[in-house]
C-alpha cells in the first residue's frame, strides 16, 4: 500500500490583515513571516481558511516555531496539523499575478507579460516580498550591464536571474539549501536568456571571487553575523544590496558593514533595503 505523505504544518489564525487601517497592526504579519524564517519551513499559504498556514520540514521544527510565536504574538491563535501532500504548494500559489518593479516583472510562468520567470515552489522569492521588489529596484538604480554579480542566500533565484537579464556577467547565486538551489535550477530554466551559476554551500566558508554587485536579502542577524564576508565580496569598488530586516534594525545592521557608506535607502511597509558603497 502506497501511503500519501504528510507534511507537518501550523495553522495560524488573528492575524492582521495587510489592508488594516492600523498600520502598527498591519505589519505584523510580516514581522510574524520574519521570525518564521529562523525555523525550517517549507511555504506560507496565506490563503488558507481563517490566516496562514505554515508547513515545516519537521515536526520538530514546528514545535519549536510553535512554541516561539506563542511567545511573541500571544494574540494569535497556533493550531498544529498534518496536511497529505496533494500538490498543496502549486495548488496555494496557483492565484499569484505578476509582480511589477521598475522595467522588470516577476511572474508565475502562466501569467503573461515575463520578463522574470518565477515559479512558486516550497520558498520565497516570487517577487511578492516587500524586500524582493526592494532589491529589484535597487538593482536597477545601478550599471548592471558587464558587471559581476553574487546573490548570497539566493534562494529562488530571482534577484540573480534579474541581474544576469539586465546584462550582468559571472552572475552567481549561493545558498546553503539545496532544496533552494533546485528550485533556483528550475526557475533558471524557465528564463533560457539568463545565464547564472548556482552553489550549494555557505558564503561564510565558500571561496568565491569578489563581484561588481553583491546581494544579500536576509535577515537582520544574518547580514551583521556576515557582514566581514558579505563586505569582502564587494571588494575594493563592489556595491551591497542589502535587505531582510526592518527599520528598527538598519542602524545596527549597517554599522557592521564598517568601511561602508549608504548610497541609497528605499522602504515599504517598514521593510529597508540599502546600497552600500566603499566609503571614499
Known amino acids: 500500500m502506497t501511503h500519501l505523505r504528510t507534511w507537518p504544518a501550523l495553522d495560524v ?4 490583515s495587510a489592508d488594516s487601517p492600523d498600520a502598527h497592526q498591519a505589519v505584523q504579519g510580516d514581522l510574524l513571516e520574519a521570525t518564521l524564517t529562523d525555523f525550517d519551513i517549507e511555504a506560507i499559504d496565506e490563503s488558507a481558511p481563517g490566516g496562514w498556514r505554515v508547513f515545516f520540514r519537521t515536526s520538530a521544527g514546528r514545535d519549536r516555531a ?30 499569484l499575478k505578476a509582480v511589477r518593479v521598475g522595467n522588470l516583472i516577476v511572474a508565475p510562468p502562466w ?8 515559479r512558486p515552489s516550497m520558498g520565497f522569492g516570487t517577487g511578492h516580498h516587500a524586500t524582493t521588489r526592494l532589491c529589484l529596484s535597487a538593482l536597477q538604480a545601478l550599471e548592471v550591464k558587464e558587471r559581476t554579480v553574487i546573490d548570497v542566500g539566493t534562494g529562488s533565484g530571482v534577484l540573480a536571474i534579474a541581474a544576469s537579464l539586465l546584462g550582468g556577467v559571472d552572475v ?5 539549501d539545496e532544496d533552494a538551489i533546485h528550485a533556483a535550477w528550475d526557475n533558471l530554466a524557465l528564463n533560457p536568456s539568463a545565464i547564472v551559476t548556482l552553489l550549494v ?23 551583521m553575523a556576515s557582514a566581514g564576508v558579505i ?3 564587494a571588494g575594493t569598488h563592489g556595491k551591497l544590496i542589502l535587505s531582510g530586516f526592518q527599520a528598527d534594525e538598519e542602524k545596527a545592521v549597517v554599522a557592521a558593514f564598517t568601511g561602508f557608506a549608504v548610497e541609497r535607502r528605499d522602504e515599504e511597509d517598514a521593510w529597508v533595503c540599502v546600497t552600500l558603497k566603499r566609503d571614499s
Open 231 to 233: 563586505g569582502a565580496l
Open 111 to 118: 501569467d503573461a507579460p515575463i520578463v522574470v520567470a518565477i
Open 172 to 176: 552567481r547565486g549561493i545558498d546553503d
Open 201 to 223: 554551500g555557505d558564503a561564510r566558508t565558500t571561496a568565491l571571487d569578489p563581484a561588481d554587485i553583491v546581494f544579500g536579502n536576509l535577515t537582520g542577524g544574518l547580514l
Open 13 to 16: 489564525a488573528g492575524i492582521p
Open 66 to 95: 510553535q512554541r516561539a510565536i506563542a511567545r511573541e504574538f500571544p494574540g494569535l491563535t497556533l493550531t498544529p496539523t498534518d496536511v497529505p501532500d496533494e500538490d498543496w504548494a502549486a495548488r496555494s500559489q496557483a492565484s
